[in-house]
């Protein structure tokens, strides 16, 4: 069966969240890598208030998803999502308009507050429109999302060469016809009504054990994810001595995405058990360190030296592929196991949490990769970075396995049986 033909066996709800997550990746990454540039060359900011404004952006959308989720839950999905693509409207509208330090940090947390709001309440939909299909569904969750992060800066940097309003008024009208759609489009589902307070529900969610242990258990998933576009680029152009050397990283892992996320997901449905593969993706994200390590521990490439970098990219782009395949095989089950630790009715709650401690896992790992970079580079030891990325996933790994083997993670899913 075609990725077209997987597509269109979904019901139209799920066919159109697929279609609004490749729009939101679209318009995210059409502005967001070029804000920090216009900021301090076109505005003139200070690094530190560049900071300020990307830091609150940052703040407003990690530390807010479980209202988004909560709210999901409570008013429905849908309206949920139309509120946040609307907010990101005006959020990146303000980016565009805006050159004051006040409407700045207006733009930032808009931006980040619809963020909160949509993508908690977009996968708390999927998951209950998809039955179960979850896991399918969200496999092509992310070649859709991926098509948009490969689109995005493409078009931003075309844009940038009319000027930074012209991407940032693009991105924004982008989220005004994905607001649209989804108000014309996507269909309301039931709310079960609340007979507790917010408060009550989080505390449900925070005291279930068995998921905050996994939750935490899984912190390397996205701590190592963000990785592609921190260490491994910075370990590509040690190794080549290339300033450009990210783009090839990015290239690889995107098209590996592209290419083989649903025949991954597809294959491993039918065989072994969901906590075996997260487990094993996660083995495979950290393993995908060795190769570039192997590399980047010595000293700086020579740029001249055309063959020897060749071949010394080789290892990296090794590194950037084995990082995707682990994040195909894990992601999809992580996605279709989140709800089941839980009653129905806090799907969205249980993915506002996953996402907190994800955001703030993320943010410590590249804190901890920054300082392993910096004392690496200091004190000669170009290994640490990669050591310390190889010792999260594999301790993440084995998080994971041992609540399989305790029992503390939910059933496993009955194999899904080949389609012709």
Same mark, same amino acid.
């Given at each position: 069966? %075609?990725?077209?033909?997987?597509?269109?066996?979904?019901?139209?709800?799920?066919?159109? &969240?697929?279609?609004?997550?490749?729009?939101?990746?679209?318009?995210?990454?059409?502005?967001?890598?070029?804000?920090?540039?216009?900021?301090?060359?076109?505005?003139?900011?200070?690094?530190?208030? =560049?900071?300020?404004?990307?830091?609150?952006?940052?703040?407003?959308?990690?530390?807010?998803?479980?209202?988004?989720?909560? !709210?999901?839950?409570?008013?429905?999905?849908? /309206?949920?999502?139309?509120?946040?693509?609307?907010?990101?409207?005006?959020?990146?509208?303000?980016?565009?308009?805006?050159?004051?330090?006040?409407? $700045?940090?207006?733009?930032?947390?808009?931006?980040?507050?619809?963020?909160? &709001?949509?993508?908690? +309440?977009?996968?708390?939909? *999927?998951?209950? #429109? +998809?039955? @179960?299909?979850?896991?399918?569904?969200?496999?092509?969750?992310?070649?859709?999302?991926?098509? /948009?992060?490969?689109?995005?800066?493409?078009?931003?940097?075309?844009?940038?060469?009319?000027?930074?309003?012209?991407?940032?008024?693009?991105?924004?009208?982008?989220?005004?016809?994905?607001?649209?759609?989804?108000? *014309?489009?996507?269909?309301?589902?039931?709310?079960?009504?609340? @007979?507790?307070?917010?408060?009550?529900?989080?505390?449900? =969610?925070?005291?279930?054990?068995?998921?905050?242990?996994?939750?935490?258990?899984?912190?390397?998933?996205?701590?190592?994810?963000?990785?592609?576009? &921190?260490?491994?680029?910075?370990?590509?152009?040690?190794?080549?001595?290339?300033?450009?050397?990210?783009?090839?990283?990015?290239?690889?892992?995107?098209? +590996?995405?592209?290419?083989?996320?649903?025949?991954?997901?597809? +294959?491993?449905?039918?065989?072994?058990?969901?906590?075996?593969?997260?487990?094993?993706? $996660?083995?495979?994200?950290?393993?995908?360190?060795?190769?570039?390590?192997?590399?980047?521990? /010595?000293?700086?490439?020579?740029?001249?030296?055309?063959?020897?970098?060749?071949?010394?990219?080789?290892?990296?782009?090794?590194? !950037?592929? $084995?990082?995707?395949?682990?994040?195909?095989?894990?992601?999809?089950?992580?996605? #279709?196991?989140?709800?089941?630790?839980?009653?129905?009715?806090? %799907?969205?709650?249980?993915?506002?949490?996953?996402? =907190?401690?994800?955001?703030?896992?993320?943010?410590?790992?590249?804190? !901890?990769?920054?300082?392993?970079?910096?004392?690496?580079?200091?004190?000669?030891?170009?290994?640490?970075?990669?050591?310390?990325?190889?010792? &999260?996933? *594999?301790?993440?790994?084995?998080?994971?396995?041992?609540?399989?083997?305790?029992?503390?993670?939910?059933?496993?899913?009955?194999?899904?049986? !080949?389609?012709?």
């Amino acid at each position: 069966m %075609t990725t077209w033909r997987e597509i269109r066996s979904f019901s139209p709800a799920v066919r159109l &969240l697929l279609v609004n997550q490749f729009g939101v990746n679209t318009g995210f990454y059409l502005l967001i890598p070029y804000l920090a540039v216009h900021l301090s060359r076109d505005l003139g900011m200070s690094a530190a208030a =560049v900071g300020t404004v990307l830091g609150v952006r940052n703040l407003s959308q990690q530390g807010l998803f479980v209202i988004g989720g909560s !709210a999901a839950d409570r008013l429905g999905a849908r /309206g949920v999502i139309i509120a946040g693509c609307a907010l990101r409207t005006v959020g990146f509208g303000l980016f565009a308009l805006g050159d004051g330090t006040a409407v $700045l940090l207006a733009a930032s947390v808009l931006s980040g507050l619809a963020g909160a &709001l949509f993508n908690p +309440a977009v996968r708390a939909y *999927l998951a209950q #429109e +998809a039955g @179960e299909r979850k896991a399918e569904a969200f496999a092509l969750f992310n070649v859709f999302a991926t098509t /948009g992060a490969l689109v995005g800066p493409l078009l931003g940097s075309a844009l940038l060469l009319v000027d930074f309003r012209a991407a940032a008024l693009t991105a924004a009208g982008l989220f005004a016809l994905l607001t649209v759609a989804q108000a *014309l489009m996507l269909p309301a589902g039931q709310v079960a009504p609340a @007979e507790e307070s917010v408060l009550a529900d989080w505390r449900e =969610v925070v005291g279930n054990r068995a998921f905050m242990a996994f939750a935490l258990a899984m912190v390397a998933m996205i701590a190592l994810e963000s990785q592609l576009y &921190l260490l491994l680029p910075e370990g590509a152009r040690r190794a080549t001595g290339w300033d450009g050397a990210a783009g090839p990283v990015l290239v690889v892992a995107t098209l +590996a995405g592209l290419g083989l996320q649903l025949r991954i997901t597809r +294959a491993l449905q039918r065989r072994g058990s969901r906590a075996g593969w997260i487990s094993g993706g $996660l083995a495979l994200m950290a393993a995908a360190f060795v190769p570039p390590m192997l590399v980047t521990s /010595g000293a700086a490439a020579d740029p001249g030296d055309m063959p020897g970098a060749v071949l010394r990219m080789v290892p990296v782009l090794v590194g !950037a592929l $084995l990082l995707q395949t682990g994040l195909m095989v894990a992601q999809p089950f992580v996605m #279709e196991l989140v709800p089941a630790f839980g009653r129905s009715r806090l %799907t969205g709650t249980y993915f506002g949490v996953f996402y =907190v401690v994800s955001g703030i896992a993320a943010a410590l790992g590249n804190a !901890a990769v920054g300082w392993a970079m910096d004392t690496g580079a200091r004190t000669g030891a170009g290994w640490l970075p990669w050591a310390c990325c190889l010792g &999260l996933g *594999l301790a993440s790994a084995a998080a994971v396995a041992r609540l399989h083997r305790v029992g503390a993670l939910p059933g496993t899913p009955a194999p899904v049986p !080949a389609r012709a």
